[in-house]
């Protein structure tokens, strides 16, 4: 009887320190998530129908910068709407142009890829040249 009461005394101390020990959660995470990126394919496209991925492209008729094309209008209206100062030399920074892009993107929500293109591209019957055009890159 001794020795059941020791194998008893040590599971119960061997629970106690493993428990005081144990994660809050009751999950335990295997791999580090990189997150869910709904617009990814939607960039690529765009980028490939704008400037073939180019993040220093430049067009002087529509004064166009960077991997999006973004026109100094648009550029003045999220620096309006977001009080950021950019300018439009910031534009050929990727990360810059890609944050405004999203801050379009996100006001149509990641389920509606044509609206989201088409409005990116203007307004008018040219947005289904151009929303066709990215269609073959997604």
């Known amino acids: 009887m001794n020795k059941l009461k020791k194998i008893i005394l040590s599971f ?15 999950s335990v ?5 990189s997150g869910i990126d ?9 980028g490939m129908v704008e400037t073939r991925l180019d993040t220093l492209s430049f067009n002087p008729v529509e004064q166009a910068v ?3 094309q973004i ?3 648009r550029l003045k209206d999220y620096n309006i709407r977001t009080g950021s100062n950019y300018t439009m030399k910031d534009l050929f920074n990727y990360e810059i142009s890609e944050k405004i892009f999203l801050y379009y993107a996100t006001k149509v929500g ?10 990116w591209n203007g307004s008018g019957p040219k947005t289904i040249y151009y929303w066709n055009r990215v269609k073959k890159f997604l």
């Open 110 to 119: 990641p389920n509606d890829f044509e609206k989201i293109a088409r409005n």
């Open 66 to 68: 960077g991997y999006f």
């Open 71 to 73: 026109r100094p209008i």
């Open 38 to 46: 709904p617009y990814k394919n939607l960039i690529y496209a765009i």
């Open 29 to 33: 995470p295997l791999f580090s998530s």
């Open 12 to 26: 119960t101390v061997l629970l106690f320190t493993a428990r005081a020990f144990a994660p809050d959660s009751k």
